[in-house]
């Protein structure tokens, strides 16, 4: 390419242009619904048309999506990312990876290094809740070349029981009685999930709130199990005088459904009932804790 085949620069008034409009991310509900019925597939959790962002994401980072498996059928995931991450909503079965497999059921919970081709089994219906960055590599311009971390198994019993750990270690569950989950590599780094995605099993027991925080990232919050009525979420962003969130939207917490939770928003958990609820977030903090950009904050 010679001089005359360059495009010229453009340039910006600093003042106008050094926060330029982005189109906000919502608080978006995916129900249960969408998997309750039909034949094997992934359905993608896009929103990407809200976001301006020309590829399937569900926030500028990520791409979660559930994916429905019939009994004795199977489907691949194969994006373009450097993390994958599984969580059993329902049923059992395998998943193939490079000649490994990796046995399943409801509860279990795996994280997989990207570029390969992943062939989920299932013995009966299943159900997966599916996140990978896929979004970041394409925002980049980029394709993974090294494996950052080793596959990683957490089973149903072993996430519940370090939650319950936690509860006879600790008396003060005003924010968040939870687990982070983590692999090898991150041990002594980010401790979070893989070095883009983080990872949170948290219980919300009976009567009880868990008091507003805010962080950078924006949080894809799976409701593994919920009372019919009486658990929600207050999202907003402001805080009055007395550290409640102003103007709040109330997102009821349903079994099975994901909810997003906008960058930089307070969010409170809520549970009126007499019967425990956990919920799964996942997001991109490894991806900010690295940049030291998370700035988690808590209202005590």
């Known amino acids: 390419m010679d001089q005359s085949q360059l495009q010229l620069g453009t340039f910006f008034n600093y003042t106008d242009a050094a926060n330029p409009y982005m189109p906000p991310i919502p608080v978006e509900v995916y129900n249960s619904d969408l998997y309750k019925s039909g034949p094997t597939k992934i359905i993608n959790l896009d929103l990407s048309s809200k976001l301006n962002i020309p590829y399937p994401c569900t926030s500028p980072n990520l791409l979660a999506s559930f994916i429905h498996i019939l009994e004795k059928e199977k489907i691949s995931t194969n994006e373009n990312a450097t993390s994958y991450c599984f969580y059993i909503i329902k049923g ?56 950052r971390f080793d596959a990683t198994f957490f089973d149903a019993k072993t996430l519940i029981d370090a939650v319950e750990d936690i ?106 009932t007499d019967t425990a609820a956990w919920v799964l977030p996942i997001q991109d903090a490894g991806l900010h804790t690295h940049m030291r950009t998370l700035d988690i904050q808590f209202i005590s």
């Open 167 to 272: 509860a006879l270690q600790n008396n003060n569950h005003s924010n968040r009685l939870g687990v982070l989950l983590g692999t090898s590599s991150t041990i002594k780094t980010t401790k979070t999930l893989t070095h883009t995605l983080w990872s949170l099993l948290n219980k919300l027991p009976p009567k009880t709130v868990q008091k507003p925080h805010r962080h950078n990232s924006v949080a894809l919050d799976l409701a593994i199990s919920s009372p019919e009525n009486g658990c929600y979420t207050l999202i907003g962003q402001e805080l009055d005088d007395n550290n409640k969130i102003k103007n709040p939207i109330r997102v009821d917490w349903k079994t099975g459904s994901v909810f997003t939770t906008p960058p930089g928003w307070w969010h409170s958990h809520h549970n009126e």
């Open 92 to 147: 059992s079965g395998s998943s193939v990876c490079n000649d490994n497999t990796i046995k399943w059921s409801k509860g279990d919970l795996f994280t997989i290094p990207g570029y390969c081709e992943i062939v989920h089994n299932a013995d009966v219906e299943s159900v997966i809740y599916y996140i990978n960055d896929s979004p970041l590599l394409k925002y980049l311009g980029v394709a993974p070349i090294v494996y």
